[in-house]
């Protein structure tokens, strides 16, 4: 059988051509078969035996120049193949080709490095970063964007949006990550299809999109989202009770509801909503100037109506055609009420405030420039002793007495506005025995001097905010009654100078 050649490097190999050695070769083999005969002065052609054997010379020369130079060995293997035995290739210099490109392989990193990290370790990192930063980790390679896509990553996120154009490459990677809160700032269209694609939805805020419409909210609510808890379509001027009877229809479970500033808003859509929303908790109708007391009646079980018996916080904020026949209603059909807000309902007076004092959970109010209340008012309140919120900003007919009444029977309040009521520095120093106090807005009181700050400061140690705007009989030696306040931390003295 055959050997085959094994060819064994013994150092690094620079191709280089070798010595012309075929002239050698020639003379050497020129005594065979006719190699330098001539015919007729003139030479004979090579046979084919004069070639192979100058052929045969010229390998062994460049096999002995080779060992002579190289330091390469040729060994004999047994072969299986019964092969001929031949040399090794012979690699030749070609400078007029281009050298092939070889890709470097970046060594890999040694030690603890983030791209060793798992995606469990990699995701509690993300979880940490702003919510931008943590889209633009999810573009730096596969490894960052598997573990950016986790839902932990986005848990309790607000997707922020601009819906001009459906977008289902967009929504899909929302509800891939389990977003389930979203605001959209402006819309054109494509919020049937965000809906859609967003099954688990548990918050929508459609707040200042002016386009909305009835058919818009149709669409996007014709079948029932039992997730959605939370609505808000403040200032979509278009809404009108149309859109009430779709909502109560398909968000059952819906327990928070903005409505400030629909205009459109009736009596029968509050109607629409008693018998549809029983879990509803939040409500805020602020400046909806057709709601009137047969509307508030609705919301609390009155006539046909189911009513809303789990609502917590009503909003009726410059609903001016509200009298104090609604906050009777309120107070026999709204027992969880905890907050109620009747800023600007000019028709309101002490005689519904004293309905309101039945509520057994009543915590905070908002009566800001109700001219109707007085001292009387703030009487009927305080024999309930259950507030911690009192709002009675701009009531001019609030003065020392008020804070009489409250000293006695509004013993928990955690914060009191006075603003441009008619107190002195014997008010003040009655608010000085509300120790549990912690925000006092006394701006625009025009006859609190430095007397009044200085029973603030001996009485009120867990004070943290007030407000002593427009009031032109204080100077720095009273200020420094409040500075000196432990827990303070707002003080107040202009309309734009807050430290």
Do not use: M, W
């Given at each position: 059988m055959p050997p085959q050649s094994l060819r064994i490097d013994t150092a690094r190999v620079t191709c280089r051509r070798p010595r012309p050695i075929g002239a050698r070769a020639c003379r050497r083999v020129s005594k065979?078969?006719?190699?330098?005969?001539t015919r007729g002065g003139r030479l004979r052609p090579p046979s084919l035996q004069f070639v192979s054997d100058a052929m045969s010379a010229w390998t062994e020369d460049v096999i002995s120049w080779r060992?002579?130079?190289?330091?390469?060995?040729?060994?004999?293997?047994?072969?299986?193949?019964?092969?001929?035995?031949?040399?090794?290739?012979?690699?030749?210099?070609?400078?007029?080709?281009?050298?092939?490109?070889?890709?470097?392989?970046?060594?890999?990193?040694?030690?603890?490095?983030?791209?060793?990290?798992?995606?469990?370790?990699?995701?509690?990192?993300?979880?940490?970063?702003?919510?931008?930063?943590?889209?633009?980790?999810?573009q730096v390679c596969r490894a960052w964007r598997d573990a950016a896509d986790r839902r932990s990553v986005w848990r309790g996120v607000e997707a922020t949006l601009h819906l001009r154009r459906p977008a289902p490459v967009l929504f899909a990677s929302l509800a891939r990550r389990g977003v389930r809160r979203l605001q959209v700032l402006s819309l054109r269209r494509g919020l049937r299809d965000a809906v859609v694609a967003l099954p688990g939805l548990e918050s929508l805020s459609l707040s200042g999109c002016y386009s909305v419409t009835d058919a818009a909210l149709a669409s996007a609510f014709a079948a029932e989202l039992p997730a959605l808890r939370r609505l808000d379509l403040s200032l979509c001027k278009q809404v009108t009770d149309s859109s009430l009877g779709r909502i109560a229809q398909s968000l059952k479970n819906l327990e928070e509801l903005e409505l400030g500033g629909c205009g459109n808003v009736t009596d029968t859509g509050l109607l629409l909503i008693a018998w549809g929303l029983r879990k509803l908790r939040l409500l805020n109708l602020r400046s909806c100037w057709h709601?009137?007391?047969?509307?508030?009646?609705?919301?609390?079980?009155?006539?046909?109506?189911?009513?809303?018996?789990?609502?917590?916080?009503?909003?009726?904020?410059?609903?001016?055609?509200?009298?104090?026949?609604?906050?009777?209603?309120?107070?026999?059909?709204?027992?969880?009420?905890?907050?109620?807000?009747?800023?600007?309902?000019?028709?309101?007076?002490?005689?519904?405030?004293?309905?309101?004092?039945?509520?057994?959970?009543?915590?905070?109010?908002?009566?800001?420039?109700?001219?109707?209340?007085?001292?009387?008012?703030?009487?009927?309140?305080?024999?309930?002793?259950?507030?911690?919120?009192?709002?009675?900003?701009?009531?001019?007919?609030?003065?020392?007495?008020?804070?009489?009444?409250?000293?006695?029977?509004?013993?928990?309040?955690?914060?009191?506005?006075?603003?441009?009521?008619?107190?002195?520095?014997?008010?003040?120093?009655?608010?000085?025995?509300?120790?549990?106090?912690?925000?006092?807005?006394?701006?625009?009181?025009?006859?609190?001097?430095?007397?009044?700050?200085?029973?603030?400061?001996?009485?009120?140690?867990?004070?943290?905010?007030?407000?002593?705007?427009?009031?032109p009989c204080i100077t720095p030696q009273g200020l420094d009654h409040i500075v000196k306040l432990p827990t303070l931390s707002v003080l107040n003295l202009g309309l734009w100078h807050v430290r």
């Open positions: 065979g078969s006719g190699g330098g005969e060992e002579e130079r190289l330091g390469i060995t040729e060994l004999p293997v047994q072969s299986t193949n019964r092969r001929k035995l031949r040399s090794a290739p012979y690699r030749l210099h070609r400078p007029h080709l281009p050298v092939p490109h070889v890709t470097e392989v970046a060594p890999e990193p040694v030690g603890t490095h983030i791209s060793r990290l798992y995606p469990e370790l990699l995701a509690l990192i993300f979880e940490r970063l702003p919510v931008r930063d943590r889209g633009r980790a999810a709601v009137t007391d047969p509307g508030i009646a609705h919301l609390c079980g009155g006539g046909e109506a189911r009513g809303t018996p789990e609502l917590e916080h009503l909003g009726l904020q410059d609903c001016q055609r509200l009298t104090d026949e609604a906050l009777k209603h309120a107070s026999g059909g709204l027992p969880q009420l905890k907050s109620i807000n009747l800023s600007f309902c000019v028709a309101v007076t002490d005689a519904g405030l004293k309905h309101l004092a039945r509520l057994p959970l009543l915590e905070d109010i908002n009566l800001r420039s109700c001219d109707g209340v007085s001292d009387t008012g703030v009487a009927h309140l305080a024999e309930s002793g259950r507030l911690r919120a009192l709002d009675v900003s701009f009531c001019e007919k609030v003065g020392d007495e008020a804070l009489l009444h409250a000293t006695l029977g509004l013993s928990g309040l955690r914060s009191l506005s006075l603003s441009a009521c008619r107190i002195s520095d014997e008010g003040l120093e009655r608010v000085a025995r509300l120790t549990q106090l912690e925000i006092l807005n006394i701006g625009q009181c025009h006859r609190i001097t430095d007397r009044g700050l200085r029973a603030l400061g001996d009485g009120l140690q867990n004070l943290k905010a007030i407000d002593l705007y427009g009031c």
